[in-house]
């Protein structure tokens, strides 16, 4: 299993090799980070502008940037040099990796449970009023923008806290400015204060697609001949769903909720924007504005990283939930 | 939508032609009984009129800027107007027209092209598979946002409708390449396909003419919910200031430049955000319908 | 299971009803149509800038100001580090020569100095006396070395700094020697033989002193170019645990938040009062409205918009004022346009842009008193400022004299085309505006609406790279603001002379040219106010560049806090840090 791990993660170099090649190349056709200099007021003088241009290795040919680039970062672990000269790319991927996964994890975790409960539920009593009822509220959350769906609660919680005249919800960044003196349960209060509103807006945006997925999934297994063969010879209704279709069921959810990391990724980058968490998602923007190629590209390598990562766990899952699969 | 479905099936496969039309008039009528998806048709096409034909009626095109400004909802501007002075009716008329355009021609591009290579790779397996479902990985691995963001920066055209529909179509085809490649899997190795290459078809001709069609199913669905998925990544992408850009306009646009008048000018930011929920709203309840009346697996499970 | 969906929908639920409340809430400002520039507690910031909002303040609380970027480089004289945020965030910690209040007066920093006079015109020769009690925070006296360390980060000198990026060398230049005496107390700075700057009171007080005692500690060599390219370095990447004004940096969240506390150093007159001032990164405009009303926030200034300036007037508790800064809008025609190289063509576009009108859609929504701006040197309010743009009747929207301008110089409009003298018809501007700023876009529409009148087809085009546009002026018509400063000297020569940096256009007129010059060489500011007005009155007939309008600036605060007032100028409402406290009762 851990052979197979490795394998597939040795599979996934290329294609990232080949996904960084991509976006060195439309990065830096899209433009040059001195050029914004030029607008400055007071002028950016020329020396300044050469010597930025000589470090950031904008005076040597493309090609050879992205072969020194790839060089050092294999051979030394060194991501390159930021448009800003005091940011160190590795360090910010490091923090901000965490600030991101923290949001997304918790949110594919309830998402994971929603999506499983109304799935299960919607195809146990399909055709009911539940069925309808999770189906509709499903297929509204599958239609609303991200944003907007962001803005909304950012206004429920102020006005929820306004209300109250309580601080429940925090619409401004993941923590406190004095979170570092705080005891242990303040900071855990602290960090899941600032969570809450995020999470949910990227839960309900994430869960919905994947409680249709668990439906068909569950009505495809409660259809099948060996629940039925099961049902027949007489098992209570209960243990045939839980033993065996629920568990059949969950295998394609495992799937589709590892390859959709990298829309929740993508997710993360509106929710990261309306609540101003310093996530990947922020970072991404914040690249893409300083034409910076070298953070856009150590991002994609650690977002990458990540989608292939979740992507061997999904496929890990399917081992464990499906005794007929073994991976050598 | 549903009605091109009838006509172009039977012309493509005349072999079939009775087998296609049976199951096409089965699909129809299994359809036809999903009422929500019926209704979300009809809300659907009402909305396309609304886009297309309503800027014809409408006396304020969305170019006019001579109203006052933030102006609530009234006789003479049923939606109000903005800061500038348009009116919000006349550019939600324009704005749902590009948002339409935009996501019917990624459907139609993403689809298209998705189809064929997912087609392509499932019928040659082998090393064939392997280049063309690793290339579509990279493209899957590729955090789309990045992609978007990255590449609207770089076009000219990233502002232009079409141009920003180039690059979410991009974003679309591989997803849909995977899903077509699984149903051809499966069904190359059915007797029509044995029939058809007995009978010395070239490949071509059986990938278009006999593998295609019959995953037309799965393809008209992936087709619906990509113009839904569409919809809202060119909101997304507007929110995060890289859609249409005005003297232009879109629904992304629209709700993007409203952001700030949730409190003070709500309907700037409701009206647009609804139509958006409308289109997306109505097209996944067609795909619905869609995946239950090519499904009949679905429809056997009624008890 | 049941409760968990229950307790979704009681969510939805939430958000539904304060979505009616707030509603509710527009729907009311909407009667009350007329927004001032400001409300009670900054009701006299109309007369006295400077002590509005003044109070006696007690002991210890929070303050947390908004700031709308992040930043990453302590040092803020290079390239990067040259942001307003971080002069702002830095502004307790960095001792400055000269503030400017908020009337737009440059002032002694009475606290570090006791005097900064120009003792000589040739060689221009500057003398400060730095007081004996100003020390760092860590005891060491604040001195000439100081001084001489700023010089050669900035010079842009090789033997003074190898690898210095600074953002501007303009004044550091022309520096000869820098002299300290009086045991480092007294720092006299002489520039080149020959060379005046005017804008001499900008050095050291737009950015101003770094300790060049803990860069030698850190056993950097000030004395060699590759030393003082460390120590910069240095100061770029290192959280300040220094300090040489009333603040000390408490704790730094990269991104997030910036903590000060008191500087028990600190030896100005006014000690703070504030057991902290907070400043949040806010980076996206929508959250600043709901952070205020949510107290995540406490005061910011903020580039001002009508969602902005309602939020703030509606939230309880809250006072703001909007005030009249130095950036300024403005619409350039690029003169390389073989069209736009007529004169004729130019004034007529001038004038058939009614520039009232477009401010009545932009900055006139929430700010009742924006007008439209005459001058492209000074703002109104200042005793240089001269209307040079109304008498020549741009800007006007007079579309029947911009016709007859334009047939009297030999023109034809048919058919809602305009002709040259040779029967030719002028293709469409491509007017270029920043992505993503609404205000500048509805400039655009709007110009495109009024220049239909005179048959003159215009182009909307967005740019995303404002630099590279302008720089290689890639545009016939070019909306964006300059930033000006009670220093103006220097600026006018950049931008409007022939062949200089800031004149994208590429506008040319020897008398211009001439008087600009000298204008700003001039130290007699009297004197250079009046050449420079002269130059620009002739530049305005020449309808080169026309102004639209002053942009806002907008400051808000709980009202339970005093001493916080709006400052236009660069120095902005951190200027007098210190001073801010909570209301004493």
Known sequence: MIAYAVRRLLIGIPVLIAASIFVFAIASFSGNPIDDMEARNPPVPLETRQLEAHRLGLDKPLVERYVSWLG???????????????????????????????????????????????????????????????????????????????????????????STGSQVFYTLGDKDYNHDTFDTWGKITDIAGHMVLPTISLTLITYAAWSRYQRSAMLEVLNSDYVRLARSKGLRRRQVMVRHALRTALIPLATITAVDIGGIFGGAVITETVFNWSGMGTYLLESVTRRDVNSLLGWLLVSGLVVIVFNIIADLLYAVLDPRIRYE | MSSSLVTKAPEATPVLTTRQRSQLELVLRRFLRHRLAVGSLVLFLLIVLFAFVGPLLWKYDYAYIDGPSFSPPSAQYPLGTDQAGHDLLGQSMRGTQQSLKISLLVALIATT??????????????????????????????????????????????????????????????????????????????????????????????????????????????????????????????????????????????????????????????????????????????????????????????? | MRTRSKGLTGLIAVAAASLLTLTACGGGSESNKETPTSNAGFADCEKSPNTCNSGNTKPGGEYIFGLEQSFTSWNITTEEGNTLVASQALSGIIPQVFKSDPSGELQLNSDLLTSAELTNQNPQTVVYKIKADAVWSDGTGISAEDFIFMWKMNSGKKEHCSECTPASTSG??????????????????????????????????????????????????????????????????????????????????????????????????????????????????????????????????????????????????????????????????????????????????????????????????????????????????????????????????????????????????????????????????????????????????????????????????????????????????????????????????????????????????????????????????????????????????????????????????????????????????????????????
């Open chain 3, 172 to 585: 550091w230049d022309l520096i000869k020697s820098i002299v300290g005496s009086d045991n480092g107390k007294t720092v006299t700075v002489t520039f080149e033989d020959g060379k005046t700057y005017a804008d001499w009171k900008g050095l050291y007080s737009t950015d101003g002193l770094y300790p060049a005692h803990l860069a030698t500690k850190q056993g950097f060599d000030l004395n060699k170019p590759e030393g003082v390219n460390s120590a910069s370095n240095w100061f770029s990447e290192t959280v300040p645990t220094w300090s040489g004004g009333p603040l000390l940096i408490d704790t730094f969240n990269k991104d997030q938040s910036l903590v000060l506390k008191k500087n028990d150093k600190w030896y100005g007159k006014v000690k703070p009062s504030l057991d902290k001032v907070v400043f949040k990164f806010i980076i996206d405009q929508g959250s600043v409205i709901p952070a205020l009303r949510n107290k995540e926030i406490t005061g910011m200034s903020p580039q001002p918009n009508a969602a902005l300036v309602n939020g703030a007037a509606e939230t309880p508790g809250v006072i703001y004022r909007i005030g009249h800064g130095y950036q300024w809008e403005h619409l350039d025609l690029n003169l390389k346009n073989k069209y736009l190289a007529d004169v004729a063509l130019r004034q007529a576009i001038f004038t058939a842009i009614n520039v009232k009108s477009v401010i009545d859609k932009t900055y006139g929504v929430f700010d009742k008193a924006a007008k439209p701006l005459g001058s492209h040197n000074f703002f109104p309010g200042d005793p240089n400022y001269k209307d040079v743009v109304t008498p020549t009747g741009q800007g006007s929207g007079d579309v029947e004299k911009a016709k007859k301008i334009l047939t009297d110089a030999g023109y034809k409009i048919e058919g809602g085309k305009l002709l040259t003298k040779t029967g030719e018809a002028v293709p469409a501007m491509r007017f270029r505006h920043t992505k993503g700023n609404q205000l500048r876009a509805t400039t655009a529409e709007l110009v495109q609406a009024a220049l239909k009148n005179i048959g003159l087809d215009i182009k909307i085009e967005v740019t995303e790279t404002l630099g590279k546009t302008l720089s290689t002026a890639d545009y016939d018509m070019i909306i964006f603001a300059w930033v000006g400063s009670p220093l103006y000297q220097g600026s006018a020569e950049q931008n409007w002379v022939t062949g200089n940096g800031g004149n994208y256009g590429s506008y040319s007129n020897p008398d211009v040219d001439k008087l600009t010059n000298e204008g700003a060489r001039s130290l007699d500011p009297k004197k250079a106010a009046d050449l420079i007005n002269q130059a620009n009155e002739i530049m305005a007939k020449e309808a080169y560049v026309l102004p639209l309008a002053q942009k806002p600036t907008l400051t808000f605060t709980y009202s339970d806090y005093v001493n916080i007032r709006d400052n236009a100028t660069q120095w902005s409402p951190t200027y007098n840090i210190q001073e801010w406290g909570q209301k004493a009762a």
């Open chain 2, 113 to 303: 092209f998705g189809a064929l290579w997912g087609a392509v790779a499932g019928f040659y397996r082998g090393w064939a598979d392997g280049v063309l479902m690793r290339l579509a990985d990279v493209v899957l691995t590729l955090p789309s946002i990045a992609i978007a963001v990255t590449l609207s920066v770089n076009l000219q055209g990233g502002a232009s409708w079409w141009g920003l529909a180039l690059v979410l179509s991009f974003l679309a085809w591989a997803g849909i390449s995977r899903v077509v490649r699984g149903v051809v899997l499966s069904l190359r190795e059915q007797e029509f396909v044995e029939a058809a290459k007995a009978m010395g078809a070239s490949d071509l001709r059986i990938i278009v003419r006999h593998l295609l069609p019959n995953a037309l199913g799965t393809i008209i669905v992936a087709a619906t919910v990509t113009i839904a998925t569409t919809i809202l990544a060119e909101t997304a992408l507007s929110f995060i200031g890289f859609g249409v850009q005005r003297p232009d306009t879109s629904l992304g646009l629209l709700i993007n430049d409203a952001k700030l008048s949730v409190q003070d000018q709500p309907w700037l930011f409701y009206f647009p955000g609804l139509f958006i929920i409308l289109i997306a709203l109505t097209v996944n309840f067609i795909g619905d319908g869609l995946r239950d009346a090519f499904d009949p697996r679905q429809t056997l499970v009624r008890r």
């Open chain 1, 72 to 162: 050092n970062l294999v051979l030394h672990g060194d991501f390159g040099q930021s448009t800003e000269k005091t940011i160190n790319i590795g360090d910010q991927l490091g923090d901000r990796l965490w600030v991101t996964l923290r949001l997304v994890f918790v949110a594919m975790l309830l998402a994971v449970i929603l999506a499983v409960i109304s799935g299960v539920l919607s195809a146990v009593k399909q055709y009911s009023k539940i069925d309808y009822g999770f189906t509709f509220v499903g297929f509204l959350a599958l239609s609303i923008p991200s944003f907007w769906l962001a803005l909304l609660l950012k206004e429920a919680g102020v006005a929820y806290n306004q």
